[in-house]
Nanobody, 120 residues
Framework: QVQLVESGGGLVQPGGSLTLSCAASGSIFDTYDMGWYRQAPGKERDLVATITSIRRNSRIFYAESVKDRFTLSRDDAKNTVYLQMNSLTPEDTAVYYC???????????WGQGTQVTVSS
Protein backbone atom coordinates (compact mmCIF):
# COMPACT_ATOMS: atom_id res chain seq x y z
CA GLN A 1 0.00 0.00 0.00
CA VAL A 2 1.39 3.40 -1.01
CA GLN A 3 0.46 6.58 0.82
CA LEU A 4 0.74 9.98 -0.84
CA VAL A 5 0.71 13.09 1.33
CA GLU A 6 0.33 16.49 -0.30
CA SER A 7 1.23 19.81 1.25
CA GLY A 8 1.84 23.40 0.25
CA GLY A 9 -1.60 24.59 -0.77
CA GLY A 10 -3.09 27.85 0.41
CA LEU A 11 -4.37 31.27 -0.54
CA VAL A 12 -2.32 33.35 -2.94
CA GLN A 13 -2.93 36.56 -4.87
CA PRO A 14 -3.12 36.57 -8.67
CA GLY A 15 0.36 36.57 -10.13
CA GLY A 16 1.77 34.84 -7.09
CA SER A 17 3.50 31.51 -6.64
CA LEU A 18 3.08 28.33 -4.64
CA THR A 19 4.96 25.06 -4.46
CA LEU A 20 3.08 21.85 -3.78
CA SER A 21 4.80 18.74 -2.43
CA CYS A 22 3.75 15.11 -2.60
CA ALA A 23 5.62 12.69 -0.36
CA ALA A 24 5.31 8.99 -1.12
CA SER A 25 5.55 6.43 1.65
CA GLY A 26 8.18 4.37 -0.15
CA SER A 27 10.59 4.25 -3.06
CA ILE A 28 8.13 3.92 -5.92
CA PHE A 29 9.55 6.15 -8.62
CA ASP A 30 11.28 3.24 -10.36
CA THR A 31 7.97 1.89 -11.60
CA TYR A 32 5.30 4.47 -10.81
CA ASP A 33 4.43 7.45 -12.97
CA MET A 34 3.67 10.47 -10.77
CA GLY A 35 1.22 13.19 -11.57
CA TRP A 36 -0.65 16.23 -10.38
CA TYR A 37 -4.34 16.66 -11.10
CA ARG A 38 -6.77 19.36 -10.09
CA GLN A 39 -10.48 19.63 -9.62
CA ALA A 40 -12.36 22.91 -9.48
CA PRO A 41 -15.88 23.09 -7.97
CA GLY A 42 -18.44 21.59 -10.34
CA LYS A 43 -15.79 20.41 -12.79
CA GLU A 44 -14.04 17.17 -13.60
CA ARG A 45 -10.61 16.28 -12.31
CA ASP A 46 -8.05 17.33 -14.92
CA LEU A 47 -4.45 16.43 -15.50
CA VAL A 48 -1.97 19.19 -14.69
CA ALA A 49 1.44 17.57 -15.10
CA THR A 50 3.01 14.13 -15.01
CA ILE A 51 6.43 12.52 -14.90
CA THR A 52 6.92 8.96 -16.01
CA SER A 53 8.77 6.43 -13.91
CA ILE A 54 12.55 6.11 -13.93
CA ARG A 55 12.18 2.92 -16.00
CA ARG A 56 10.12 4.90 -18.48
CA ASN A 57 12.77 7.63 -18.70
CA SER A 58 11.22 10.26 -16.42
CA ARG A 59 9.50 12.16 -19.18
CA ILE A 60 7.49 15.21 -18.15
CA PHE A 61 4.20 16.34 -19.66
CA TYR A 62 2.24 19.53 -18.93
CA ALA A 63 -1.32 20.47 -19.70
CA GLU A 64 -1.46 23.34 -22.18
CA SER A 65 -3.11 25.62 -19.62
CA VAL A 66 -0.11 25.46 -17.26
CA LYS A 67 2.79 25.10 -19.68
CA ASP A 68 5.48 27.74 -19.09
CA ARG A 69 3.99 28.60 -15.66
CA PHE A 70 4.21 25.33 -13.73
CA THR A 71 7.25 23.12 -13.21
CA LEU A 72 7.12 19.52 -12.03
CA SER A 73 10.18 18.02 -10.40
CA ARG A 74 11.07 14.92 -8.47
CA ASP A 75 13.55 14.21 -5.68
CA ASP A 76 14.17 10.48 -5.80
CA ALA A 77 16.16 10.47 -2.57
CA LYS A 78 13.26 12.05 -0.67
CA ASN A 79 10.49 10.11 -2.47
CA THR A 80 8.87 13.47 -3.16
CA VAL A 81 7.38 15.16 -6.20
CA TYR A 82 6.98 18.93 -6.42
CA LEU A 83 4.83 21.27 -8.44
CA GLN A 84 6.15 24.80 -8.65
CA MET A 85 3.32 27.11 -9.73
CA ASN A 86 4.05 30.64 -10.95
CA SER A 87 1.92 33.42 -12.40
CA LEU A 88 -1.17 31.99 -10.76
CA THR A 89 -4.60 33.13 -11.89
CA PRO A 90 -8.07 32.64 -10.36
CA GLU A 91 -8.60 29.90 -12.96
CA ASP A 92 -5.96 27.85 -11.17
CA THR A 93 -8.16 27.67 -8.08
CA ALA A 94 -8.87 24.01 -7.36
CA VAL A 95 -8.11 21.07 -5.13
CA TYR A 96 -4.81 19.61 -6.31
CA TYR A 97 -4.27 15.87 -6.08
CA CYS A 98 -1.13 13.80 -6.31
CA UNK A 99 -1.36 10.55 -8.25
CA UNK A 100 0.86 7.50 -8.55
CA UNK A 101 0.17 4.89 -11.21
CA UNK A 102 1.98 1.74 -12.26
CA UNK A 103 1.08 0.64 -15.75
CA UNK A 104 1.86 -3.07 -15.27
CA UNK A 105 0.69 -4.64 -13.15
CA UNK A 106 -1.92 -1.91 -12.91
CA UNK A 107 -1.85 -0.13 -9.55
CA UNK A 108 -2.91 3.39 -8.63
CA UNK A 109 -3.01 5.67 -5.62
CA TRP A 110 -4.29 9.18 -4.87
CA GLY A 111 -3.41 11.69 -2.23
CA GLN A 112 -6.02 13.41 -0.10
CA GLY A 113 -5.78 16.69 -2.02
CA THR A 114 -4.66 20.18 -1.11
CA GLN A 115 -6.65 23.35 -1.75
CA VAL A 116 -5.16 26.14 -3.85
CA THR A 117 -7.10 29.39 -3.94
CA VAL A 118 -6.02 32.30 -6.12
CA SER A 119 -7.83 35.45 -5.14
CA SER A 120 -7.21 39.09 -4.35
Amino acid sequence: QVQLVESGGGLVQPGGSLTLSCAASGSIFDTYDMGWYRQAPGKERDLVATITSIRRNSRIFYAESVKDRFTLSRDDAKNTVYLQMNSLTPEDTAVYYCNAVQTWPRDEYWGQGTQVTVSS
